[in-house]
């Protein structure tokens, strides 16, 4: 014998579509007894849960949501009514699991990454990066200086969503289309950065920054490479190299820009042994 009794409160919006021959008043008062109606659901809202403790003889009755008149559905209408309430509940699990469907890739909690200080019209700017183990962007930080609070706190939870994007799937490429332009002080000479001279506000200055550093996109730097085309084609015949490969797992990709064999100390005179000890 069950102890509790369960009572589920639900609101269903349908409507009911009816094709007569005829229109007139004498039609219209006898369309809640027809039964040749179809029925189709718009939306099931769940309103309320409510629960009774069956051996408690004394307990009042639950009140009933709503006070409105219920309307008497046909009983041949019924199985058709309840068939399609349970496939508009089915569509909204299918849309809730595919909704999850996207996991957040969480980065590494030792990673590598670089901080650029730069100063746009007296205010300094840090940017500091996280990466995968890849090389891929995963996270930025935002600090400034001589901001108010409000500022700093819309920066660094601007910063947030930005990482949290990142982590969720969303390209850079749409970060950096969509800020890449954008205008508001502080804004003009940029100081401390060799690939970008100016920006339009702090958030065009970061995004051409990531751009440059991560997407290899040239266009958007205001001064050239240091790295000429013949020997980014010698370094791509080399990446497959042992030596290379190493530096690439330890090297943070934003900081070199890919440009690994630029940034290496001359070692052709020392030897080093990769191989593993047994």
């Known amino acids: 014998m069950a102890k509790y009794l369960v009572e589920t409160y639900y609101t269903c919006s349908f409507k009911v579509k009816h094709y007569l021959d005829e229109l007139n008043e004498n039609q219209l008062s006898k369309l809640d007894q027809r039964e040749d109606g179809k029925f189709e659901i718009i939306d099931v809202k769940l309103d309320s849960r409510k629960t009774k403790n069956l051996e408690k003889k004394n307990k009042a009755n639950i009140n009933t949501l709503s006070n409105n008149k219920s309307l008497e559905i046909p009983n041949a209408l019924q199985k058709n009514l309840s068939e399609q309430i349970s496939e508009k509940n089915n569509e909204k699990i299918n849309l809730h699991v ?3 469907s996207y996991p ?10 670089y901080i650029q200080k730069v100063t746009i019209g007296k205010h300094k ?5 996280g990466e995968y183990n890849d090389g891929k962007l ?14 700093k706190a819309l920066m660094n939870n601007f910063a947030i969503a930005v990482s949290l994007g990142l982590q969720y799937g969303v390209p850079l490429d749409e970060f950096v289309n969509a800020y890449v332009g954008t205008k508001f002080e502080p804004s003009g000479k940029i100081d401390g950065n060799d ?3 100016s920006a339009s506000s702090i958030l065009d200055y970061i995004f051409r920054e990531l751009a440059i550093s991560y997407l290899g996109r040239e266009d ?7 790295i000429s ?3 980014s084609k010698e370094i791509n015949k080399e990446e497959d190299t042992q030596f290379l490969k190493l530096v690439r797992d330890i090297t943070s990709k934003g900081f070199v820009r890919s440009n690994y064999k630029k940034k290496l100390i001359d070692l052709s005179d020392v030897r080093i042994n990769l191989k593993s000890k047994k």
Do not use: C, N, W
Request: without cysteine.
């Open 104 to 113: 957040r890739i969480k980065m590494p909690d030792r990673r590598k990454g």
């Open 220 to 226: 958007l730097a205001h001064t050239p490479s240091l």
């Open 195 to 197: 690939r970008i001279l």
């Open 98 to 100: 595919s909704e999850k």
């Open 125 to 129: 700017v840090y940017l500091h990066t």
């Open 138 to 151: 995963g996270e930025i930080f935002i600090d400034t200086s001589k901001e108010g609070e409000l500022v």
């Open 229 to 231: 085309q013949e020997s």
